[in-house]
């Protein structure tokens, strides 16, 4: 057994003794085979989220906390059903004076890679300069003069890609220049249509879904979903710019609402121009690459992607020849690996 205090989840082994300061991302009071009252919870930091269970001798059971609030830990980790798992011995809420002894929130919310001043500059080295049309411009200007301090820090999602303090503008701002890339060879698409329908496109999760650290769904996120939101968001923008020409503004509507690409991934329509394809295909490829780039991150050799639905092998270069032709288990004959991180179907925060 370790006895491991203050270290990232991301170390832990079974059978370690922890002690640790976490966020408590959900809690739920369930009963167990014998009518007893334990609760079932997640709980992570910037490195990882791991299940955890109060079970009914803990002293954790007569404290007060709830979930995204920040806690003081302790409890031991096991190996159930091929995952690790917390079993919790003590938990409370953490106060002032825990700061003293090593407690830093920031160090518990998974954040960009990124740094987020540089993302920021990158993103206005495009909107609104890079936009042509001075009625475009306007709208990218007044859009960044309105959402931009929410768009700085928000989330993109939920768990399935850029899940973290900062991914939102991360996104936006890998897809921005790759707009700028994929226009440049196919000069045909209208690269300020795109450009904009890069802004707008997940801007409704702004009000999907909370802000770090909640990052769950708000009530008009589960009612009406980030896309019919980005679509009004796109209406209210246009409405302030007078004269706004409706043949325009309907192809950004088009851009927003069909930038899933399919209908059975919450897609109101399907992208039926160059424009809204070259989104949609811009979107999928950063938000898949996020996930590989995610796991990779805990690790290389061939991994199960449960957003993805497949097997990825995500070592840049095999080490060996011999590592092309050993056996890996197939879907068939091994369950997926358990992940928190990617627990939605492939669509659901695409």
């Known amino acids: 057994m370790t006895n491991r205090s203050n270290e990232p989840m991301a170390t832990w082994e079974s059978g370690d003794s922890v002690r640790a300061y976490l966020l408590i991302s959900r809690k739920e009071e369930r009963q167990d085979r014998n009518g007893r009252k334990y609760l079932d919870m997640q709980v992570t930091d910037a490195t990882g989220s791991m299940a955890a269970k109060v079970w009914a001798d803990s002293a954790a059971m007569n404290n007060q906390f709830e979930a995204h609030d920040f806690v003081a830990l302790k409890g031991n980790v096991k190996l159930y059903r091929d995952s690790l798992q917390l079993s919790v011995a003590d938990c409370r809420r953490v106060t002032a004076q825990d700061r003293a002894q090593g407690f830093d929130e920031t160090k518990l919310i998974p954040s960009t890679d990124e740094d987020i001043d540089d993302l920021w500059r990158r ?9 042509e049309r001075p009625l475009l411009r306007r709208l990218a200007a007044e859009t960044l003069e309105e959402h931009g301090e929410a768009l700085r820090l928000h989330p993109a999602a939920k768990t399935m890609h850029h899940a ?24 045909e698409v209208d690269r300020d249509l795109v450009l904009i329908g890069v802004l707008f496109h997940d801007l409704g999760k702004l009000l999907e879904i909370g802000a770090m650290p909640a990052n769950d769904y708000t009530m008009v996120g589960r009612l009406v979903g980030h896309t019919v939101i ?9 409405a302030a710019i007078p004269e706004f020409p409706p043949e325009l503004q309907l192809l950004l509507e088009h851009l927003v609402l069909s930038h899933q690409g399919k209908k059975e ?12 394809i070259v989104l949609h295909f811009i979107d999928d490829l950063d938000a898949k690459l996020n996930q590989l780039h995610n796991h990779r991150k805990q ?15 995500l070592d840049p270069v ?22 928190s991180l990617f627990t939605a179907p492939p669509s659901a925060d695409t």
């Open 318 to 339: 095999p080490k060996d020849a011999q590592d092309l032709v050993s056996p890996v288990p197939s879907a068939e004959d091994e369950a997926p690996p358990q992940s």
């Open 230 to 238: 980005g679509r009004d968001l796109v209406l209210a923008r246009c």
């Open 265 to 276: 991934y919450s897609a109101p329509v399907e992208p039926m121009t160059a424009e809204a």
């Open 299 to 313: 690790g290389g050799g061939m991994q199960f992607l449960r957003g993805l639905g497949r097997f990825i092998y």
């Open 123 to 131: 993103l206005n080295a495009i909107y609104p300069g890079k936009i």
């Open 164 to 187: 973290y303090l900062g991914g939102l503008l991360e996104h936006v701002v890998s897809m921005a220049e790759l707009t700028l890339g994929v226009c440049d060879h196919y000069r």
